[in-house]
């Protein structure tokens, strides 16, 4: 079911373990000539290319691409009452934790009368994007609009694909979360298409240009970030959902296997990484896999995952090689669960979230910790983070000198300019003086 890695004696470098475990094939730029097309037809027609694509890529065109606010309004009304007590819950806790991302603004005195401000200002306005392919996301939903709304976004537009189920309209837990959060600009669009139409509008539907474009998404949804960034902000191309899990002897082989699995339902090419020093813990967590697998409801796809050469247990002699095969791949989620969760903290860098201990599931962060579940995936953790308020942000210098601290300086400024054959700057600091 799952294949076996063996490292015990070995003692890999970083550039052998990064291809250690090969990850599904995502080929991103294969589909970026397939979403520049597609965004190409949405810049020139429109919604009627919006609606075509509708038919051919999400069984039928939306009757409104725009939803209706009474539409939205009508879902908050039907969502079930334990699914509004929990969405409750998972925006209290993401508003809180996404509050502790805002970086406090400061300023720096540098001499009498010379000052630099640092600032974080909020973009005007962002798109988010809500995928509903092989299953539904409302948790999504909050994981884009809260930390947007957090950082001080003005104006927020959402889209999700057209659902078949739902006569092509948005699906209603997504409009009803969206209708709890207060967003009521909602389009019945996907995959490439509503990118492009995010990144530059679509006057027939009132649908004005965004400044970031974020939130996860399928290949063509990636690729097509890849074709707007430039023009507009983007996240992250987010792929296919991944676990990494470090245990040692004293991991509970239930847990581990329900864990993997967990992550496995999401695709067929989501990764699902053991890492252990234990082999008797490699057993056990293969047999309650075969076991676990044969009960769940998406059993097909879960084989199919744990059976793809994403997917590992891998045996290594220590925690110090685990926690190196851990930041060589840098997973989306990884999991600690050995005697010290702390220690091996330590040890590791690279991972989207990082969740310590046996009662701190990946399931946990993908609902209600107040942690984020749109992560960085395909190693790309080595260089960056998943949606924070951060992410709707940017920071600004502000520059404040009197005359005083500017003479102070003039000088130099002279210098460097005339170094780099730039007088006029430094004559642009003289003509403040000029005279004096």
Known sequence: MIQTIDLRGRRPSSTELRALVHRAEVDVSAAVPVAAEIIRDVRERGADALAEQGDRFDGGRAAAIRVDPATITAAVAKLPRQIRAALDEVIGRERAASRAQVPAPAVTTLA????IAQRWQPVDRVGLYVPGGKAVYPSSVVMNVVPAQVAGVGSIA???????AFDHEVHPLILGVAGVLGVDEVYAMGGAG??????YGVPSLSLEPVDVVAGPGNVYVAAAKRVVQGDVGIDAEAGPSEVLVIADAGAD???VAADLISQAEHDESAAAVLVTVSPELADAVRAELERQVAQTSARERVLVALAGPQSAIVLVDDLDTAARVSDAYAPEHLEIQTADPGAILDRVSHAGAIFLGTHS???????????????????TARFTSGISAVTFLRPQQVVQYDAAALRQVAPHIRAMSDAEQLPA???AVDARFRGR
Do not use: E, R
């Open 112 to 115: 009498p009368g010379a000052t």
């Open 158 to 164: 959402l889209a999700s694909p057209p659902q078949t």
């Open 194 to 199: 509503a990118i492009g139409a995010l990144a």
């Open 253 to 255: 082989p239930v847990v």
């Open 361 to 379: 599931p990946v399931s946990l962060g993908d609902y209600l910790a107040g942690s984020n579940h749109i992560l960085p995936t395909g190693g």
């Open 425 to 427: 700057h430094g004559d």
